[in-house]
């Protein structure tokens, strides 16, 4: 069973930084692809970040240099370091695993973030 379970959103002044969280049961890391979209009110849900198996990162080019992904094996987490925060980030963040093999994508509950300027 995959449960993904978010943390850390909240509210922060524009330039401001907040770290989210996203605590993964039922993931091996070797069969996912975890990273973290986007859905702003009356905006479709965008990818923002990922890691694969490897280890190799992407991140969407409006959050590259601002945002930061990091997994922690041991912990069985995977951190979103987001750094001089915009109005424009305001969004409810999801967490999310896509199996590499079979494609199926596990989602968290959401959390909100917003940047107030």
């Known amino acids: 069973q995959v449960r993904l379970v978010e943390s850390g959103g909240g509210s922060v002044q524009s330039g401001g930084s907040l770290t989210l969280s996203c605590e993964g049961s039922g993931v091996p890391l070797d069969s996912f692809i975890i990273g973290w979209f986007r859905q702003a009110p009356g905006k479709e849900r965008e990818g923002l970040t990922c890691?694969?198996?490897?280890?190799?990162?992407y991140y969407k080019d409006s959050v590259k240099g601002r945002f930061t992904l990091s997994r922690n094996s041991a912990k069985a987490t995977v951190d979103l370091v987001m750094n001089r925060l915009k109005p424009d980030d305001t969004a409810v963040y999801y967490c999310?695993?896509?199996?590499?093999?079979?494609?199926?994508?596990?989602w968290g509950q959401g959390t909100q973030v917003t940047v107030s300027s």
């Open positions: 999310y695993a896509k199996h590499i093999i079979f494609s199926q994508t596990y």
């Open positions: 890691i694969n198996k490897e280890g190799d990162f």
